[in-house]
């Protein structure tokens, strides 16, 4: 009975952490990654700081305006950048156990890019019913690792229409690429 | 004693006052203006209000910072989400380029096979 008590208090603190982030948990090592970096991101939102954002982004500003309409949906934005000075700073078994969680049937991967180069894109989506309830991406350059958790319903073409806006370059191919986009090419 | 010295013990000796002097002080004293009602209500009031008027203070004070304070973590919030939009944004944009030179390289093999 006492070890009873004891696991389900145990239980009551430990569940919340791993609660965090829609049951996607950043790994340690990721903010360990930091110190190596000669720049780093670390952008936490959750579902009240995106609420207080969300009513300080103008209405005029075409772009604040779009991204208003973009997050009203979302529980969560969560992105860990990594700027490095040379290569070799990072390994993938960094993000492996992100990867890790990143399983089907609940996640299923939409993009996967691997170049000689060592620039890899990953672009995985959370079904959730017919919707898309979040979006993840892990990109990873030879000086870069940038790791992207959208959680909530988001289109990314709602997302990648933001091309030409906010420094973002203007995607210029034809609207069916997002169809092919949906291929995992490896 | 010289001239001088007749002349101060002259200057400094005691002498009585004029009659009446002590009733005329007197009256003068009594006839001081008092403080009206008016004006003993309104210190009273002056004195019961301030500690209000500091309490008001306090909470308005407190109720400015607390609003500048929420503006202040608005707008960092709304930094961070246009700077995480970007990034995303970017990312997405970058796999999507990748995706679409690969299908591109892959087109051009098949026509030169054929």
């Known amino acids: 009975m006492k070890k009873l008590l004891i696991f389900g208090l145990a239980a009551a603190f430990v569940l919340p952490a791993w609660a965090l982030d829609n049951n996607i948990k950043m790994p340690v090592n990721l903010d360990r990654l930091a110190a190596r970096a000669t720049e ?45 000075d040379k290569e070799g700073q990072y390994s993938m078994s960094d993000v492996e156990s992100l990867r890790r969680q990143l ?14 180069k060592g620039e890899n894109s990953e672009v995985y989506l959370q079904k959730n019913g017919s ?41 210029g191919v034809k609207h069916e690429s997002a169809k092919s986009a949906g291929k995992d090419q490896e | 004693m010289t001239e001088f010295e007749q002349q101060l013990a002259q200057a400094l000796e005691r002498r009585e006052p004029p009659a009446g002097f002590t009733s005329r002080v007197l009256a003068a004293a009594s006839q001081q203006p008092t403080r009206s009602r008016w004006q003993a209500w309104r210190w009273a009031f002056v004195l019961r ?13 407190g109720a400015l910072y607390q609003n500048y304070e929420r503006i202040e973590r608005g707008e960092a919030a709304k930094q961070q989400l246009l700077l995480a939009v970007k ?5 997405l944009y970058d796999a999507r380029q990748r995706v679409v030179s690969i299908g591109e390289i892959r087109g051009a093999g098949t026509e030169e096979e054929q």
Do not use: C, N
């Open chain 1, 40 to 84: 780093s991101v670390d952008v936490t939102l959750d579902a009240s700081m995106l609420e207080l954002a969300s009513k300080f982004l103008s209405q005029d500003d075409p772009d604040q305006a779009h991204v208003k309409k973009l997050v009203s949906k979302l529980k969560g934005v969560y992105v860990r950048s990594f700027e490095f």
């Open chain 2, 49 to 61: 209000a301030a500690p209000v008027m500091a309490a008001l203070l306090v909470v308005a004070g």
């Open chain 1, 131 to 171: 919707k898309i309830g979040g979006l993840f991406v892990i990109a990873a350059e030879p000086k870069e690792l940038t790791i992207v958790h959208i959680d909530g319903p988001i289109d990314p073409e709602e997302l990648s229409q933001l091309g030409g806006h906010m420094g973002i370059p203007k995607i």
């Open chain 2, 87 to 91: 990034i995303a944004g970017a990312k």
């Open chain 1, 103 to 116: 399983k089907a049937p609940e996640w299923s991967r939409i993009v996967g890019v691997r170049s000689l």
